[in-house]
């Protein structure tokens, strides 16, 4: 059929304008989300630094409003999840996934386009609820909290995740279907890279589990603002059931955060170490049979909601079983870098940070699953400290150890080394400083989401303070160099990291469609040290 001149699309702007457009391409929509969810990050972290400024001291001085507070807390928390993790990791996905299977775009262009800008507004709707009254029901706003005042602040944050959460299902339609249709034909799915596996199982997890938030969400509007009374027991509701609906997405969710931040692991590793991968199929069935345990653990978070004793059991039982695909991909990890060529680029020394700390935060999380111990510390600060020794010591390590490790691909230029140790050294020590003594604060009892708190509690809050000061200030060094090496820095070549998987094989940045002719598949994603196919054994012979 010939093409009209209307259906011939105009070409879009090449420079940084494409940028701010409705572009198609995946990468524009990789660095879209990189970046907007970054910047919100920021956002996030501002808000953080509120939060630790109110708790240096035990009275509630620097907001003598508490519910100002509660708003705080609560948006600092759905940014960080829902504007942050969830996006950033979308953003990997969408520039990596068609370069690392040999694919011109994803299946889907237009509803990618689509998916992104359902984030910008999401974004300005749940800051625009600070001039009516944040929400205040905590991230994850049981009702019947949630129902009792601030009826506009709490309609914004509902309408703000819906949209988000709508957002991601668009996304990870368009990762699976890409991932299943689009490889390039050469390679089944035992030549797949790591962070495919890992995104197909992530994508799998958010189609199946968001629709559930989506409803209870919806429901919940209802009852907000029509006055329904599925959740509001004085109408005979059952506020029970709306935890297991968040729960029954919220604890999959997590993996939907830390899943892709295993991948880049597993990519990151290797390369730095020169050596396969150890175990590449244990790793690549962890991660699906992580996503379907993940289904069946959600009650661990409700065994205070007054569960029946068996469901407890139950939850108790398959939360700790989780921990054993897991455990598979920390051995495999450690029996990659064992005995290898260490390279301690900034990339790898995120990579080891996120080892040694998720390490911890998947310890915790055992103790948790523990029902006598959880009924101990549930909604202290211990499970502050877990959360944030998973989702920041897991995944956002991840993300800067994979920021540090494509950015060369992404922007063509070359980050600088010596800044990216600073960045390291001040975030990890920052990170563990903030982080660490929350386990002991909570063991001795302080709960979570209050702004006022026991004398006896001040020491180690303004120890942690100062860690989480640190934390906030640690990003400086990395906002600077990357501004600056993406307006300035070195040119990077095609695969500076004498790398093998096949996003390596275009030049930095990829031109649009990313080959002139497609690559083919020679070596494995993980032939390191192989005679004749490591690129550095190529280069010295
Ligand atoms: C070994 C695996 C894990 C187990 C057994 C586990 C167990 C638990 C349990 C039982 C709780 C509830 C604590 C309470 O409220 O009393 C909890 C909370 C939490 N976990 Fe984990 N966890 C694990 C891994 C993870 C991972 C990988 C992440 C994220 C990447 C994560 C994120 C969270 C979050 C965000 C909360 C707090 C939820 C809230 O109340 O806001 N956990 N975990
Ligand atoms: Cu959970």
Redesign the pocket.
Known sequence: MQLTQDQIKQDPPQDWRRYFTFCTDHKVIGVQYMVTSFTLYLVGGFLAMLIRAELWTPDPDFFPDSQVYNGVFTVHATIMIFLWLIPMLAGFANFLIPLMIGARDMAFPRLNALAFWLIPPGAILLLSSFFVGAPAAG??SYPPLSLMDGTAGQAIWLASVILLGTSSIMGALNFITTIWEMRIPSMDIWRMPLFIWAMFATSIITLLATPVLTGALVLLTFDLLAKTTFFNPIGGGDPVIYQHMFWFYSHPA?YI??LPGFGMISEILPVFSRKPIFGYRAIAVSSMTIAILGFIVWA??M?TSGTPEWLRIFFMIT??I??VP?GIKVFSWVATIWGGKLRFTSAMLFALGFLSVFLV??LS??M??SVPF?IH???TYF?VA??HY??FG??VFAVYAGIYYWFPKITGRMLNETWGKIHFVLTFVGFNLCFFPMHRLGLMGMPRRVAAYDASFTDLNVLIGIGGFLLGVSTLPFLANAVYSWIGGPKAPANPWEALTLEWTTPSPPPVENWDVLPVLTVGPYDYGHEGRDPQEIIRS
């Open positions: 991230w994850t997590v955060m830390v661990h978070h065994f939360s700790m989780i921990a897991t935060g998947g999380g055992i948790l699953a959880d510390v549930h909604d499970v877990h959360l998973v989702l897991g995944s």
